[in-house]
């Protein structure tokens, strides 16, 4: 197990990038701590898979250095470097045994038979697919397969990390859950650093300590699910996480003080730098119906159940808000109140306030 | 509640009127003649089952069908292994791909006869590229129409320039089909190409292989032209395979009920093989 230190990692899946449009990752400077459940969450095509593999060693990166311990491994093959992958689709070896398949990469690394029974032995408890153990493994059905996908990863007990790639696309809905929290529990058993790599935010939410969000090759907020969620540093991961996401509003920024559609807004500090495009962030969550405040009219009203998410259009800018109790009607002129401990100004997406010593909600 | 209608029978129909015509009829005018003997005029006399206990007493029928054997075993034991390996050393991605596929399919469009005249014309001693290469500049004396075993070698390098392409493609659609996952776990799990080999691509190949396997009996078991037009059974009868000898019984001879009982002796034959092998071959999947 190990500590793994990214450093000005860059990659490009061209051989001459010019501009930083070439680069599916754009300068990754990261450490991530030994014995950590970490996920990398962003939408399709934001790098994330890419990140995995220059750390599994499938990639080699354009520039930048990978440290395992202080060890520079960014030369080494995938085999060398002692790390586990769980790939989206599950991999096994259809002709093979289930114990065959748990027990390959131990066979390949030439470990003796004894030790080798009583690691398969180990992992197959660990993942109750003890009964299965001499079943051919194309036999087993999609959730069973990525078990024993994740046990080959498992059994080696030299693992410097275990990465999943996405490893629930494929599994029925009603069992992604039983998956899920057997990671979790995986993880707190063997405690070997693992990176979950996923586009649901349930699933990076759930299963991580540290969440890495990214967007477009760049790393724009790293955090525990709570602080992502509170205080999101881009609009991106205010946008990307949350149901429905924070409400990102087009604001004017004159002499200090803030304005939205010609109303001023308290926001949760002083802020800070100037110029560029300025907007005001405020999730939902912390938007309410009053008597005095932001003039709208309500445009749509959707229950969801515990509550509902009220739509109102404050000039011509939508913003909503979650309503619990008592709803408007559709059409109906309200004011909504936004908290100001958690109203923030965004300049060019980035956050431009301070936090003034408020870290209560 | 089962509703019984019997309409769908004439849908079917055509199919059946269809089927009987090109396959059923002409199967049992030769089961006709394989039973019965014939002077011409229609007159026909009750024979049995003696030509049939004729022809498997025959010791041409045998050698005949021993050298069948012997032919089809040798081209899928080297078409077979040697398609793999093309496969396998082929781009799986990239500009060479269109070429390799191109190049790999053009023997497979010559059609059979002009392959047997072309090898024929290659490998003429004095005047054919091939002959005369090897008489006369490395000293080899070849001469595949005086010499059995180099028309053997001929008519065997022969099939194999002609259909080990079908294998290589065959297996090439199996390789691609592989996802790239399988190859970066198995190199996450340190296995040895040979083990990617064993473990990964051929288990993948396994239907394909079973395809191409079967084509490849089916059409060797049955070859005619190539061999016909190349050396035309000889030297003597060395490469006279099942083939050729029917037709040399059938038209050569006229002899009708010995020509009808082979033919469905080799039918049988054929069915047999075909459908022990793909027996074998897809048992492990149905469990």
């Known amino acids: 197990m190990a500590k793994i230190t990214l450093s000005n990692l860059r990659h ?24 950590g459940a970490y996920a990398l969450l962003g939408p399709s095509g934001c790098g994330k898979s890419t990140l995995l593999n220059i750390i599994s060693g499938l990639l080699t990166p354009s520039e930048g250095r990978i440290l395992f311990d202080d060890r520079d491994v960014t030369d080494l093959p995938p085999d060398q470097r002692n790390i586990a992958q769980v790939f989206q689709f599950p991999v096994i070896y259809d002709t093979m045994t289930v114990r065959n398949n748990l027990a390959f990469p131990l066979r390949n690394r030439g470990v003796d038979e004894g030790r080798i029974a009583r690691r398969v032995a180990e992992i197959a408890k660990m993942l109750e697919v003890e009964e299965m153990l001499d079943i051919r493994a194309s036999h087993l059905s999609p959730d069973n397969k990525q078990k024993i996908s994740m046990g080959r990863g498992l059994v080696r007990d030299d693992v410097n990390v275990v990465m999943f790639d996405e490893p629930l696309t494929v599994i029925d809905p009603h069992l992604k859950w039983k998956l899920r929290s057997k990671l979790k529990e995986l993880h707190q058993r063997v405690r070997a650093t693992m990176i979950y790599v996923t586009h649901d935010q349930t699933e990076a939410l759930t299963f991580a300590d540290q969440v890495v969000v990214m967007q477009d090759g760049e790393i724009v907020q790293i955090g525990t699910p709570v602080e992502l969620f509170e205080r999101p540093q881009h609009t991106f991961v205010g946008h990307f996480i949350g149901s429905p996401g924070m409400n990102v509003l087009p604001a004017e920024e004159s002499g200090g003080a803030v304005s939205f559609q010609g109303n001023r807004i308290t926001l949760e500090g002083a802020v800070t730098g100037q110029g560029g495009t300025t907007q005001v962030g405020i999730r939902p969550e912390f938007v309410s119906l009053a008597h005095s405040g932001l003039p709208a009219r309500v445009s749509k009203v959707s229950d969801v ?20 109790g008592e709803l408007p009607e559709q059409g109906a002129e309200v004011h909504l109140a936004f908290r100001p401990d958690h109203t923030r100004l965004y300049r060019d997406g980035w956050l431009s306030t301070e936090n003034e010593g408020s870290a209560r909600t | 509640m089962k509703t019984e209608n019997q309409k769908a029978w004439f849908f079917v129909l055509p199919v059946l009127l269809l089927v009987a015509f090109n396959a059923l009829v002409p199967i049992m005018t030769v089961v006709n003649y394989s039973v019965q003997e014939t002077f011409g005029n229609n007159v026909f006399f009750w024979q049995g089952l003696d030509w049939f206990e004729q022809i498997l007493r ?3 029928f045998q050698a005949a069908l021993g050298r069948q054997f012997l032919f089809t075993f040798l081209i899928l034991i080297i078409e077979i292994p040697l398609g793999i390996i093309i496969a396998l050393s082929m781009p799986k991605k990239g500009m060479w791909v269109p070429v390799c596929l191109v190049l790999m399919a053009l023997p497979m469009l010559i059609p059979w006869n002009v392959v047997g005249a072309m090898w024929n014309i290659f490998t003429l001693p004095k005047i054919g590229l091939l002959g005369y290469f090897l008489n006369d500049v490395l000293g080899v004396s070849y001469d595949m129409t005086q010499n059995p075993f180099a028309a053997w070698v001929t008519i065997i390098v022969m099939d194999v320039w002609h259909w080990t392409s079908l294998v290589v493609l065959l297996s090439y659609a199996g390789l691609v089909s592989i996802p790239d996952a399988y190859y970066q776990a198995a190199k996450i799990d340190g296995a040895s190409p040979w083990k990617v080999f064993r473990y990964i691509q051929l288990p993948k190949m396994k239907t394909v292989l079973t395809i191409a396997i079967l084509l490849r009996f089916m059409d060797s078991f049955n070859i005619y032209t190539e061999p016909f037009v190349l050396t035309g059974g000889g030297p003597g009868n ?7 000898d029917l037709v040399k019984i059938a038209l050569g001879q006229f002899d009708l009920g010995p020509a009808a009982a082979m033919s469905l002796i080799y039918f049988a034959i054929t069915l047999l093989v075909s459908w022990l092998f793909y027996t074998l071959m897809t048992k492990d999947d149905a469990q």
Do not use: C, F
Request: without cysteine; glycine residues 8%; aromatic residues 6%.
């Open chain 1, 12 to 35: 490009s899946y061209m051989p001459n990038p010019t501009g930083p449009a070439d680069y599916a990752l754009k300068e990754i400077d990261l450490d991530w701590q030994d014995g």
């Open chain 1, 305 to 324: 159940g515990r509550h509902a998410v009220v739509e109102a259009v404050v000039g011509d800018t939508p913003v909503k808000a979650i309503v619990e």
């Open chain 2, 58 to 60: 025959s010791d041409r």
């Open chain 2, 238 to 244: 060395s490469t006279t395979l099942l083939s050729i």
